[in-house]
């Protein structure tokens, strides 16, 4: 039996909207990356609508952090050393959230640039800095840029899980899967979100079927990682509270929500819509998938209230 000597947090959801913008944040870039450096040409109308998200999902996450923290303004706390006498950069390798709040600080700058660089390669900004990007980004450099940039995004889709793991926490420190459940989950919400907005963009749909492989790889991975948990807690004898209502519930309707990527929902429409060739057709299949996408991400969301809040009710 795991022993539990920390009081637990009252967090607001604030924090819950952190979490799941984080890991669909994270997820964007990373699947964008891998479209640009494994596909063909036709995967890089995908890959810029990833780059494109990636930024604005990102931007929202400092922002409901600090405000669940309390003191929004002392969020550069946090990055600066403001102790008396000392100054300088606020790194602690050795704290889950120091490490966590610099990785979601240098990532965010690689988001910016490569939302910028996608800007300007789709003709929506001339302006000369971001034209300067775009040239320093063609070629090697922007695909090292690119990897850099996704390993990153892959730290922060998958920090959320491993903070709350190294806490003292029932349910949380029992386990050491969260990390990579969350990230699981993170990478099939952004893969379902990204085939749905790809479809909004000359040529996205092409990719749809790679990224329909991807939900289906990714929700393998969630579900043996759900597994693990499980089997973990049951180990430090806390599955009871884990499954307890409304969680055991709430955590069918989250295995519910993988069913879909699963059996292939929505395969018909995109042949039928890459076949074709016609925009309307393209925007009528994405429009189909529409429900499909929706309970993916609510399943996401799902998994992370669980996980939250069955540990302090």
Known sequence: MAEHFVAAPRWEWYILGYFFLGGLAGGMYALATMLRLWGSPRDEAAARTGFLAAFPLLVLCPILLTIDLGRPVRFWHMLVDTTPGHGGLAFKYWS????????????????????????ALDGRTRAPLARAIAHA?????????????????????SYTGILLSVSNQPIWSDTGALGGLFLASGLGGSA????????????????????????????????????????????????????????GVLWALVVASLVPPLVGMGGPAVQVASGSGSAAVARAAGASRTPMVASVLLGVLLMRFVVIWSAQF
Request: aromatic share 12%; charged share 15%.
């Open 192 to 247: 379902a979100l990204l085939a749905w907005l790809a479809r909004y963009r000359p040529e996205g749909e092409a990719t749809e079927w790679r990224l329909a492989q991807a939900e289906r790889y990714f929700a393998i991975m969630e579900l043996l990682l759900i597994a693990l948990v499980f089997a973990n807690l049951a180990g430090a004898g806390t599955l009871a509270r884990a499954l307890a209502k409304p969680w």
């Open 137 to 157: 980004l063609a070629g090697g450099a922007g695909r090292a840029f690119n990897v850099v940039g996704a390993l990153l995004g892959l730290y922060v889709a």
């Open 96 to 119: 889950p959230m120091s490490v966590g709040s610099w990785a979601l600080l240098v990532y965010g700058a690689f988001a910016l640039v490569s939302f910028i660089e996608v800007r």
